[in-house]
């Protein structure tokens, strides 16, 4: 790197001074990740591996210096307006650290997709065709408070063979510089570009903008966090994102539904980690089993500190509930609240579900097998649960192994999105002299 792009990077570590010095902070940046890209693209899985394991055990031996950071962004995080719950998030320990080792060891020990073969053929004219897993290029990760989503972030990309470019809240500037340092003094050692993973050391927020006007560089923008973070990515985005809004998710209970799994399924859908994409958002329940069931899973549920804003029809067997408002059918509460409603029908079910769900996650919990397939026929989501729980809809449970994130979308990828998901293909076709007539 020349001097004056040391000095415009040094000076990104805090505030830049021009909005000049922040261009040529995002285009160098920028640049320097294409440039890696190119050779991580070729790069065997062996030195990927060996980074990771070496990466792991970095994190172990430097924990110290990664804690003295964390705890300078813990001692501002009041001062930044954040809650328990993401102080909570912030927070690093000793145990966290070996969680996230842990994970770079988990992705080393993944199959590598790179070069897989995902179709091929022989053609009538002596021509071998074939189909093969490529990486996307480079990756912008936007993100929040968790200093995890560094390390995992990062090591997905790099085991797909992508470059990444990592971006997480001021709330964490400290931990992030001090995870990154960590990864990035290992990428060398192990014959990987340097700039394989960077970090967008400013807190500028004018940053993130300026990056997503480079498609030119960047691939791929990968927003992990609020709504209004997604929004703005979107909207600024001159490249596909790969993303999810909300995650408002419905459990319906079938008149067919046995009643202690039933039960069991929405307690954990909704109580076992309320504030996450995955959990139940809303109880659908026909009204056959309404009566017999909804009163014993609804003391199930306040047992688990659930509060329950239930419909006229709920409300009618459960008089202790708040009245469910109109928007409480469009709401992701990230908390131990549920709207619960009655219905007529399976179909009166797929309906309310198309009008207010997310296209997230989605169950029936039924005993009649045409039933369950008719709901997963119909539901328009991600991922569709049949006497199962909404929270497994999650890279590790699903056996990706890992996970950058959960798309809604339904082009390039959707649902929970792992290594195979940041990869493209590339047709390659092999003659001995064909012309076509």
């Given at each position: 790197m020349s001097e004056a792009?040391?000095?415009?990077?040094?000076?990104?570590?805090?505030?830049?001074?021009?909005?000049?010095?922040?261009?040529?902070?995002?285009?160098?940046?920028?640049?320097?990740?294409?440039?890696?890209?190119?050779?991580?693209?070729?790069?065997?899985?062996?030195?990927?591996?060996?980074?990771?394991?070496?990466?792991?055990?970095?994190?172990?031996?430097?924990?110290?210096?990664?804690?003295?950071?964390?705890?300078?962004?813990?001692?501002?995080?009041?001062?930044?307006?954040?809650?328990?719950?993401?102080?909570?998030?912030?927070?690093?320990?000793?145990?966290?650290?070996?969680?996230?080792?842990?994970?770079?060891?988990?992705?080393?020990?993944?199959?590598?997709?790179?070069?897989?073969?995902?179709?091929?053929?022989?053609?009538?004219?002596?021509?071998?065709?074939?189909?093969?897993?490529?990486?996307?290029?480079?990756?912008?990760?936007?993100?929040?408070?968790?200093?995890?989503?560094?390390?995992?972030?990062?090591?997905?990309?790099?085991?797909?063979?992508?470059?990444?470019?990592?971006?997480?809240?001021?709330?964490?500037?400290?931990?992030?510089?001090?995870?990154?340092?960590?990864?990035?003094?290992?990428?060398?050692?192990?014959?990987?570009?340097?700039?394989?993973?960077?970090?967008?050391?400013?807190?500028?927020?004018?940053?993130v903008g300026k990056l997503l006007a480079l498609p030119e560089f960047i691939d791929l923008a990968i927003p992990r966090g609020g709504e209004g973070l997604i929004r703005r990515v979107v909207a600024e985005a001159k490249m596909p994102v790969m993303k999810h809004y909300q995650g408002i998710c419905a459990v319906y209970i079938d008149e067919a539904a046995d009643p202690e799994t039933a039960t069991r399924i929405i307690v954990n859908a909704k109580a076992q980690r309320p504030g996450v994409c995955n959990a139940a958002e809303t109880l659908l329940v026909h009204r056959a089993i309404a009566p017999s069931w909804l009163p014993k899973a609804a003391s199930a549920l306040r047992a688990a500190g659930v509060s329950l804003r239930a419909d006229a029809q709920a409300r009618a067997i459960l008089p202790d509930a708040a009245a469910a408002s109109d928007e409480d059918w469009d709401t992701e509460f990230l908390d131990k609240i549920l709207a619960v409603k009655v219905v007529d029908s399976m179909d009166e079910a797929i309906e309310h579900i198309a009008r207010h769900g997310s296209s997230h996650t989605e169950a029936i919990v039924t005993r009649d097998l045409a039933a369950a397939r008719r709901f997963v026929a119909q539901v328009d989501s991600s991922a569709v649960m049949v006497n199962a729980s909404t929270r497994f809809n999650d890279g590790g449970q699903l056996g990706l192994g890992a996970e950058i994130g959960i798309s809604t979308d339904k082009y390039h990828a959707r649902g929970p999105c792992g290594l195979r998901e940041l990869t493209s293909t590339k047709w390659i076709v092999y003659g001995d002299g064909q012309v076509r007539e």
């Amino acid at each position: 790197m020349s001097e004056a792009g040391t000095a415009v990077e040094a000076r990104g570590r805090d505030e830049l001074a021009t909005d000049g010095d922040l261009d040529a902070l995002c285009r160098g940046l920028a640049s320097r990740a294409k440039r890696a890209a190119r050779a991580l693209a070729t790069a065997g899985p062996g030195a990927k591996d060996a980074w990771l394991d070496a990466a792991a055990k970095a994190l172990e031996s430097r924990s110290g210096e990664i804690l003295e950071a964390n705890a300078r962004d813990v001692e501002a995080a009041p001062g930044l307006g954040l809650n328990a719950a993401a102080v909570d998030r912030l927070t690093l320990s000793p145990r966290r650290i070996g969680e996230m080792a842990r994970s770079l060891r988990e992705v080393a020990a993944l199959a590598d997709p790179i070069g897989e073969v995902v179709r091929s053929s022989k053609r009538p004219n002596g021509l071998d065709v074939v189909q093969v897993r490529v990486p996307l290029g480079v990756i912008f990760m936007i993100y929040e408070s968790r200093p995890n989503v560094t390390i995992d972030a990062a090591a997905i990309a790099v085991k797909s063979g992508n470059a990444a470019i990592l971006r997480g809240g001021k709330e964490a500037i400290h931990s992030n510089r001090a995870l990154h340092r960590v990864l990035a003094d290992e990428l060398a050692r192990h014959g990987l570009p340097e700039h394989g993973v960077q970090l967008v050391a400013t807190t500028d927020r004018a940053a993130v903008g300026k990056l997503l006007a480079l498609p030119e560089f960047i691939d791929l923008a990968i927003p992990r966090g609020g709504e209004g973070l997604i929004r703005r990515v979107v909207a600024e985005a001159k490249m596909p994102v790969m993303k999810h809004y909300q995650g408002i998710c419905a459990v319906y209970i079938d008149e067919a539904a046995d009643p202690e799994t039933a039960t069991r399924i929405i307690v954990n859908a909704k109580a076992q980690r309320p504030g996450v994409c995955n959990a139940a958002e809303t109880l659908l329940v026909h009204r056959a089993i309404a009566p017999s069931w909804l009163p014993k899973a609804a003391s199930a549920l306040r047992a688990a500190g659930v509060s329950l804003r239930a419909d006229a029809q709920a409300r009618a067997i459960l008089p202790d509930a708040a009245a469910a408002s109109d928007e409480d059918w469009d709401t992701e509460f990230l908390d131990k609240i549920l709207a619960v409603k009655v219905v007529d029908s399976m179909d009166e079910a797929i309906e309310h579900i198309a009008r207010h769900g997310s296209s997230h996650t989605e169950a029936i919990v039924t005993r009649d097998l045409a039933a369950a397939r008719r709901f997963v026929a119909q539901v328009d989501s991600s991922a569709v649960m049949v006497n199962a729980s909404t929270r497994f809809n999650d890279g590790g449970q699903l056996g990706l192994g890992a996970e950058i994130g959960i798309s809604t979308d339904k082009y390039h990828a959707r649902g929970p999105c792992g290594l195979r998901e940041l990869t493209s293909t590339k047709w390659i076709v092999y003659g001995d002299g064909q012309v076509r007539e």
